[in-house]
């Protein structure tokens, strides 16, 4: 299939330029991330502040990068702010990242973006000093705070993420979840767990097709039980033996379940591809995406 340009409801999710030049890529060449992801024919483009100083420069550099994803002829619908120490057991840490979410919160309101996303809370566990910040993180060698009270850091946790949904709900922004491993939403049930608790509207959840399979979630059921809360779905394939992030086809997903729950519940939200990652395996980066945007394109014209 020839490569022209892509429906905007499929979006180059930033996995794209992190596959090619490490996590988290070179903040400062984010203007030319866009352009290639442009350059692959893609009009919808996720774009990703990872950790307080990348967030500062996407802030302060907003006018210059929305003009590049307008002469790119894109749209960035969701801007992705990684802030892992929201979910700290420490207070103080909670409220400098409520501070970063805030300036993430102006930054995808400047972009035109209609929502924000990070990770689901992480697990309420004992990080060394200056570690750096993970995709996925794992729990081994890790411990829980000395003295930790799991009511009291509940009451907080849900405390501070209702006040970041606040925030968001300022500027007008969805704040998407997304699940992982590492984090206290992996999947449906956690995700309607911690919904229920914050109890606001603007709280969506991020559907990551490959992350949950892994984490044996019925994709189809998730759609089902969530509906009316996801607008904004990762698309990628899986084995079901470890985290990875395939071409839909290349794993085990049972992909016509998953677009006929799309169609059941009339989705008419956003898919990302988010192939790749070093966990991957992926030689040819631009090929991936190019097949699994054809595959999405054809699943849209028969299912949606």
Not at 64 to 85: F, M, T, W
Not at 116 to 144: C, F, M, T, W
Not at 167 to 194: K, Q, R, V
Request: proline fraction near 4%; glycine fraction near 8%; aromatic fraction near 12%.
């Amino acid at each position: 299939m020839e490569h022209g340009r892509y429906s905007k409801q499929l979006t180059c999710a930033y996995l794209y330029p992190i596959s090619k030049y490490g996590y988290p890529p070179n903040v400062e060449q984010t203007i030319s991330y866009i352009t290639e992801m442009a350059g692959m024919g893609f009009s919808s483009i996720e774009l990703e502040g990872i950790g307080a100083e990348n967030i500062r420069y996407l802030h302060r550099h907003s006018s210059s990068i929305r003009e590049a994803v307008d002469k790119s002829g894109c749209v960035v619908p969701v801007y992705c702010v990684v802030l892992p120490q929201l979910s700290s057991p420490d207070q103080a840490l909670q409220q400098q990242s409520l501070e970063l979410f805030r300036l993430g919160c102006q930054t995808a309101q400047q972009l035109g973006a209609s929502g924000v996303l990070d990770n689901g809370p992480l697990l309420p566990l004992e990080y060394p000093k200056n570690a750096p910040i993970l995709r996925h993180y794992s729990a081994d060698q890790l411990r829980l705070p000395t003295g930790f009270n799991w009511d009291q850091y509940w009451t907080n946790l849900v405390s501070t993420y209702q006040e970041a949904c606040a925030i968001a709900a300022s500027y007008n922004l969805a704040y998407h979840m997304h699940p992982c491993e590492g984090s206290l939403i992996t999947g449906t049930d956690s995700f309607l767990y911690f919904h229920q608790a914050v109890q606001r509207i603007n709280l969506f959840f991020n559907l990551d097709t490959a992350n949950q399979f892994y984490r044996k979630d019925d994709l189809a059921l998730c759609i089902t039980r969530l509906a009316g809360k996801i607008s904004y779905i990762h698309v990628s394939d899986n084995g079901g033996q470890r985290v990875e992030h395939l071409v839909p086809g290349d794993g085990k997903i049972w992909w016509s379940g998953f677009f006929e729950a799309l169609r059941e519940t009339q989705f008419s939200g956003q898919l990302a591809i988010d192939v790749g990652g070093a966990e991957s395996g992926i030689n040819d980066i631009d090929e991936a995406y190019h097949r699994s945007a054809d595959w999405l394109t054809q699943q849209i014209a028969t299912y949606l």
